[in-house]
């Protein structure tokens, strides 16, 4: 499973996201990245923690940008590759 993701965004319009499989062939250098960049899977600011949990879950990145109704991109839900840190780490619990 690949797990790197470059998301594109115009200013704080989201464009789409990049993977290593989007560029493996052979890229004209003059191509920009707007065009290599593909819709993907994005989620609401305001939906509920479980679905954005799922989402991730079914990615193939395991990361999906959050972008709003405008299209403004608003961050990125990710998960860590053992599964244990949805979105961000609470400090607060150790390990």
């Known amino acids: 499973m690949v797990r790197r993701l470059a998301i594109v965004a115009d200013g ?55 972008v709003d109704g405008a299209g403004r991109l608003r961050g990125v839900l990710a998960i860590t590759a053992d599964g244990r840190h949805f979105a961000c780490r609470d400090p607060a619990r150790p390990g």
């Open 12 to 66: 704080d319009r989201y464009v789409g996201i990049v993977t290593p499989a989007d560029v493996e062939m052979v890229v004209p250098a003059d191509r920009l990245l707007a065009a290599v960049a593909r819709a993907g899977d994005s989620i609401a600011p305001d939906a509920p923690a479980a679905t954005g949990l799922a989402v991730v879950l079914a990615s193939a990145t395991r990361r999906v940008p959050v």
